[in-house]
């Protein structure tokens, strides 16, 4: 009795994996965890960078702007963790409020470029012709500069403060969001119950955002995922030419810039940043690797 | 050859679409550009003597077609910080540019495509785990943290290399490494995943079963199939390397264009940064024209599927 049961979930099991289509995103979640433990790892230490930004007043032993001008540049020792720096202020207490700025510029341009980027590829893709002619060649056009000097170029227009810098990244990632978003759309548009939807008189506007875009979500997490350290990256690149975060404002970008002096003197004030960036950027391009092999089996590696 | 025809007439929106979104972004900034040029101290008689002279009195979309006019043949304005044309400057940056980009590609493939190999070959081994896990890292590695760390260890502790750019091809090799680092990790792992995916095809099986040795194989039949994404994705790193050049350039004060562009922003010299942006970005479409072409000439199923 037991036995022929266990012989049904098993074939049932094989069954669905087989059709594949009919995991939900919670259960290719979990099957993510289970098989690639390196992505797992990263979720949970991007949840941890997450977490120490939110409660950095908390953690940081020393206030953000605290100054100790006898304790200059210090070596990192049991007091300061990682130095001081020219000012006397405590970097491990600077990085941890650095990081607040760092991971919100992360994030918040990317979902407002998905955001354009999902209403530009589904436009295009549904209404194709002429709108999508339009559209796809502001996408080459914004795909064609690149990208740092794009965002350069906003900073130059805008003129260099943080919330410019939010504008400037969020204008640079939006187009490859609406080629994907487009392409997804012009196959989907052709299936049977975007049909029936069409034929029962549902608008446009709500096929396109209830019936076709559920259908994207999976590529939009991916793209979402590593859309994140592009844009840790650009700002703290920009940050590090100086056209970015202004001071008194900290992101990690910005006090490798000023680090930068002390290079061959005090190497750990750039490069103890330098390092919070990378495993960052490294946990979120493992999480988003992971996100692609196990939501997303057409996407190319 | 059609096709390509196709392909290079298609671009010509595109170039005029960067042409105005660079020129209209670089106007709408509030206030009379030639008064900004001056600076404090001037008179009215200096400003509309200035900005007749600029053209800044005439409507936006004549200036449009005169800047687009100049800029065919090669007249990208004057800077306003050093009074020179810009297209003379850019040019004095270009060889260093280039010499800088050729140099990381260079050390890119060559890299990327030797370990992306063994990779493939030693499969899921040690070695392959170390080599995909350290591509990765240089992926994620900020362009400026890999010019700091190698201007650290090499230059300042080793002492093997110059600190910066001298003029030698020595000085040009650390900023070469740290641009062509990221590309290396991407060449590597594209490298790894084709030739894998073309090692499953039949006829690999087959040269295999005639006798060929492994190595012969993946030389002579495998590698050649599996180099086509990665000579498209190589192409289309350009973009991005062009941008990392900004950095490179920054850190190992090498006065080409990202640098040009850099202190452009910083001087606010608007035409240099105009004309900058609008070179690269033509460096960009070209490069990528190129690949489509090198693609096509590579893989003869592209052109017939047109």
Known sequence: MFEHEDKNMALNEDLQSQIGERDGIRDKLKRMCRENPLAAVSAVVIAIIILMAIFAPVIAPYGEAEQDLINRLQAPSAEHWLGTDELGRDLFSRMLYGSRLSITIGILPSLISLTIGVVAGLAAGYFGGWVDYVIMRVADVMLSIPSLILAMVVMYTLGTSTVNLFIALSMTGWSSVARVVRSQTLSIKQSEYVEAARSIGVGRWKIMFRHILPNCIPSLIVLFTLNVPSAILSESSLSFLGIGVKV??????????????????????????????MIVVLAFNFLGDGLRDALDPYMQR | MKYFLKRVIGTIPVLLGV????????????GNPVVILLGEHYDQATIDRLTDLMGYDQPILLQFVNYVKGALVGDLGVSYKYSRPVTEMIMEALPYTIRLALMAVVFAWGLGLITGIIAAV??????DRMFMGVSLLGVSMPIFMTSLLLQYIFAFKLGWLPMTEEGTFASMILPAIALGWN???????????????VMQADYIDTARAKGLRKGAVIIGHALKNSLLPVVTMMALQLSSMLSGAV??????????????????????????LQGTVLFTTVIVIAGNLLADFLYSVLDPRIRKGD
């Open chain 2, 122 to 127: 030693k499969k899921n081994n040690f070695i």
């Open chain 2, 19 to 30: 042409v105005l979104l660079i020129f209209v972004m670089l106007r709408i900034i509030p």
């Open chain 2, 247 to 272: 950095i490179t350039e920054s850190v190992f004060a090498i006065p080409g264009i990202g640098r040009l562009a850099t202190t452009a922003i910083n001087n606010r010299d608007m035409p240099v």
């Open chain 2, 183 to 197: 590309s290396a990790g991407s060449v590597a792992r594209m490298t790894r995943s084709s030739l894998i995916e």
């Open chain 1, 248 to 277: 008194p404002a900290a992101s990690w970008g910005l006090i490798v810039n000023q680090g930068r002096q002390f290079l061959f003197t005090q190497p750990w004030l750039c490069l103890a940043p330098c390092v919070a960036i």
